[in-house]
């Protein structure tokens, strides 16, 4: 059974933690202990060095029944800043952070459903398939940990992440592919007072490329965005050069790709009405995903959540995880929420009793994989 006490104190153990993205090694160390406490062989990978971290992700087999299929559970070990100091409060069942930091539940909530599972089905004796605990660093800044593991070494016909914000039952089962974008626009430098004829104003440039360009929400699975732009050194200097940093994303990689080039013509149109030159260069960041509605993992999270007493809702986002990058590995994941909400920001908040619905609902997720 789920106990309620021993999330509230393993919630608390974990959320005292520093662990900003890069800086994981002591909650990984805890992590690695805590596993090996339980009687399973944790390891580490290089991830750490890869990425310029100071820990890699944290990886474990629990061994099961080779004829129930084997399930990857996921959750990341880093948090986003104000992260130096956290100190979690709880408050009528509530957990806050003091008010200075993140509360860091994004995603240690998604760590304490995961340990909390595997304490459950040794003492109830539950039976399972393979069950494979990857525990990433760096997936705030870029989802860096899980692009550096080695999936050959990890077989899993089925992917459960617990980082998913909002009440417990939404399931994320599609999501976008992304693109970052950067460009460069060229003009020529002049004096601006003496012989602006000469100059090609790069601001200028970018000026009319961006107000051709559509921007923000395209249609209801794409979005695009110029997210910030810096140039130019004084008034009196015609400006040269502009760079920009730009995205698109969206859950369907033809639009994706439609919405890139379009912003690409509006740079490259902008410089042919100039005179000038543009560098676009686009790089993929994580694939789309997306699980059919009669894929057997829904049939296995529909089974789950009428066991538990749980609404099921699946859900598509708009924002890029963990998730992504193992869908595009091959392995078929959903994302779960764990009841953490306001994250990002100092007033992020998860309740005791999401904690044990989110546990709850792993367990059963695991009793229906046979
Ligand atoms: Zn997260
Ligand atoms: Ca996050």
Same mark, same amino acid.
């Given at each position: 059974?789920?106990?309620?006490?021993?999330?509230?104190?393993?919630?608390?153990?974990?959320?005292?933690?520093?662990?900003?993205?890069?800086?994981?090694?002591?909650?990984?160390?805890?992590?690695?202990?805590?596993?090996?406490?339980?009687?399973?062989?944790?390891?580490?990978?290089?991830?750490? !060095? %890869?990425?310029?971290?100071?820990?890699?992700?944290?990886?474990?087999?629990?061994?099961?029944?080779?004829?129930?299929?084997?399930?990857?559970?996921?959750?990341?070990?880093?948090?986003?800043?104000?992260?130096?100091?956290?100190?979690?409060?709880?408050?009528?069942?509530?957990?806050?952070?003091?008010?200075?930091?993140?509360?860091?539940?994004?995603?240690?909530?998604?760590? !304490?459903?995961?340990?909390?599972?595997?304490?459950?089905?040794?003492?109830?004796?539950?039976?399972?398939?393979?069950?494979?605990? !990857?525990?990433?660093?760096?997936?705030?800044?870029?989802?860096?940990?899980?692009?550096?593991?080695?999936?050959?070494?990890?077989?899993?016909?089925?992917?459960?992440?617990?980082?998913?914000?909002?009440?417990?039952?939404?399931?994320?089962?599609?999501?976008?592919?992304?693109?970052?974008?950067?460009? %460069?626009?060229?003009?020529?430098?002049?004096?601006?007072?003496?012989?602006?004829?000469?100059?090609?104003?790069?601001?200028?440039?970018?000026?009319?490329?961006?107000?051709?360009?559509?921007?923000?929400?395209?249609?209801?699975?794409?979005?695009?965005?110029?997210?910030?732009?810096?140039?130019?050194?004084?008034?009196?200097?015609?400006? %040269?050069?502009?760079?920009?940093?730009?995205?698109?994303?969206?859950?369907?990689?033809?639009?994706?790709?439609?919405?890139?080039?379009?912003?690409? %013509?509006?740079?490259?149109?902008?410089?042919?009405?100039?005179?000038?030159?543009?560098?676009?260069?686009?790089?993929?960041?994580?694939?789309?995903?997306?699980?059919?509605?009669?894929?057997?993992?829904?049939?296995?999270?529909?089974?789950?959540?009428?066991?538990?007493?749980?609404?099921?809702?699946?859900?598509?986002?708009?924002?890029?995880?963990?998730?992504?990058?193992?869908?595009?590995?091959?392995?078929?994941?959903?994302?779960?929420?764990?009841?953490?909400?306001?994250?990002?920001?100092?007033?992020?908040?998860?309740?005791?009793?999401?904690?044990?619905?989110?546990?709850?609902?792993?367990?059963?997720?695991?009793?229906?994989?046979?």
């Amino acid at each position: 059974m789920v106990k309620r006490d021993r999330i509230v104190n393993e919630f608390m153990e974990l959320a005292r933690i520093d662990s900003l993205s890069k800086n994981e090694r002591q909650i990984a160390d805890l992590l690695l202990h805590k596993l090996e406490e339980m009687g399973y062989v944790a390891r580490e990978d290089d991830a750490g !060095v %890869e990425i310029g971290g100071n820990a890699g992700n944290v990886l474990c087999l629990v061994k099961g029944d080779e004829n129930i299929p084997s399930v990857l559970l996921t959750a990341h070990m880093d948090t986003v800043a104000p992260g130096i100091g956290k100190k979690p409060v709880l408050e009528n069942g509530i957990f806050k952070s003091e008010g200075s930091t993140v509360l860091g539940g994004d995603d240690a909530a998604g760590i !304490v459903s995961i340990l909390e599972l595997l304490r459950v089905l040794k003492e109830d004796g539950i039976k399972h398939g393979d069950i494979r605990i !990857v525990f990433t660093v760096g997936e705030e800044c870029g989802l860096l940990g899980s692009k550096a593991i080695d999936y050959s070494k990890i077989n899993a016909v089925y992917g459960i992440g617990l980082d998913g914000a909002g009440a417990v039952g939404n399931v994320t089962v599609k999501g976008p592919s992304q693109n970052t974008i950067d460009i %460069e626009v060229t003009g020529r430098a002049a004096h601006a007072g003496v012989e602006p004829e000469k100059g090609i104003s790069a601001i200028q440039m970018a000026a009319y490329a961006i107000s051709m360009m559509k921007l923000g929400r395209i249609d209801g699975e794409t979005t695009a965005n110029i997210g910030i732009i810096n140039g130019g050194l004084a008034t009196n200097i015609i400006c %040269e050069r502009v760079n920009l940093r730009a995205e698109a994303r969206s859950r369907d990689e033809i639009k994706l790709d439609l919405q890139t080039k379009h912003m690409k %013509e509006c740079f490259e149109q902008a410089a042919f009405k100039f005179g000038g030159s543009i560098e676009f260069m686009a790089r993929k960041e994580y694939p789309a995903f997306s699980i059919d509605e009669g894929d057997q993992l829904i049939a296995i999270l529909k089974n789950a959540a009428e066991n538990a007493g749980i609404n099921l809702i699946l859900k598509a986002t708009g924002g890029g995880s963990d998730i992504n990058i193992m869908n595009g590995k091959g392995i078929k994941c959903v994302d779960l929420s764990v009841g953490m909400s306001a994250v990002h920001s100092v007033e992020e908040k998860i309740s005791v009793a999401d904690m044990v619905r989110s546990a709850e609902f792993l367990v059963e997720i695991i009793k229906a994989m046979k």
